[in-house]
């Protein structure tokens, strides 16, 4: 099955690392899971969680102003203060709504002055959940050859981002080099997703990975913030429903088009999924490479689900 799934991905042009594991009983099923990628935006999910445990514990209070610079971005894409033309003056709590479920780049990037990489790192530690490395705030992120280039010029940017890649992970440019920015695997990103979906609360359940670490507060203000995610356009459509909720965030930067999330059953089943995929093809708006990534979760996701029932969720 995973054969065809990478030959699918190949025929879209991409090359992808995906993880799908029941919550539950651990099942999984996986393409490439612990090849390190570039985190993108995803990198605002252990972000918010460390900044949400350091409200719960009392050190930074929620209420307290931040002063965003605005980040004047006119390209397509990014949202939030990310596109103001002047200073905004914000909660601390309210920044973080911005960073998680708006994908604000600024806000995040001012949340990253109160809690460091290495803060977030540390917390991480604790929480043990390993194959995530956070180097840096978004700002670098944000200084690639799209920022420089016209619209028109987008494809001579996709372009630097695919061959500068070198053996290795190692890139031309910062913002792709695993060695020098922010990093995960699907199966590090998928072990986040279930620390936080099976704190042990009334809403969750212990993890086949053992107790989770995390404070049960901390886990529900993270997943109400993913399900309040605004980008819909890629996994979605594939899982969200009457009969599921469908939490996530998407991470997206050039060539590189992300999506964590986890679905929850009406009969009461959840399932992680990690999505992490790098386009060859040098150009911006790939709808088609988005249908197959999603339609690639999908399969996974229903391989996952038939292993406990034997009828696939429809």
Request: proline share 7%; aromatic share 4%.
């Given at each position: ?15 992808g690392s995906y993880l799908v594991r029941d919550l539950s009983t651990g099942e999984e099923l996986s393409v490439e899971p612990d090849l390190p990628l570039p985190l993108a935006s995803l990198v605002k999910v252990p972000l918010g969680l460390a900044v949400l445990e350091n409200i719960r ?92 280039l016209s619209p028109e010029d987008a494809d001579l940017a996709h372009a630097l981002a695919i061959e500068k890649r070198t053996e290795g992970g190692g890139h031309r440019l910062e913002q792709f080099d695993v060695d020098r920015t922010n990093v995960g695997s699907a199966r590090g990103l ?125």
């Open positions: 099955m995973t054969d065809d799934l990478r030959g699918q991905l190949e025929r879209a042009g991409l090359r514990l009392g050190t930074l209070d929620p209420a307290s102003r931040l002063h965003v610079r605005p980040g004047r971005i006119t390209v397509p894409g990014p949202t939030g203060i990310t596109r103001f033309q002047h200073v905004a003056d914000i909660a601390v709590e309210d920044a973080l709504s911005l960073a998680v479920s708006l994908s604000d780049n600024a806000a995040a990037d001012a949340l990253f002055g109160l809690v460091t990489p290495p803060d977030v790192m540390a917390a991480l530690g604790r929480w043990n959940i390993g194959s995530i490395t956070v180097r840096e705030g978004l700002s670098p992120l944000t200084r690639t050859p799209a920022e420089v998928v072990d986040m997703l279930d620390t936080v979906w099976t704190a042990l609360s009334p809403a969750g359940s212990p993890s086949s990975r053992g107790p989770s670490l995390l404070d049960p507060w901390v886990a529900g203000r993270m997943r109400d913030l993913m399900g309040a995610n605004v980008h819909r356009h890629r996994l979605t459509p594939d899982f969200a429903s009457d009969a599921s909720r469908w939490s996530s965030k998407t991470g997206t930067q050039l060539n590189l088009r992300h999506e964590i999330g986890v679905v929850e059953h009406a009969d009461g089943a959840v399932v992680a999924i990690a999505a992490l995929t790098e386009s060859r093809v040098t150009a911006a708006a790939q709808p088609g490479a988005e249908a197959v990534m999603a339609g690639v979760a999908r399969q996974l996701h229903d391989y996952v689900r038939s292993l406990e029932d034997p009828h696939p969720a429809r």
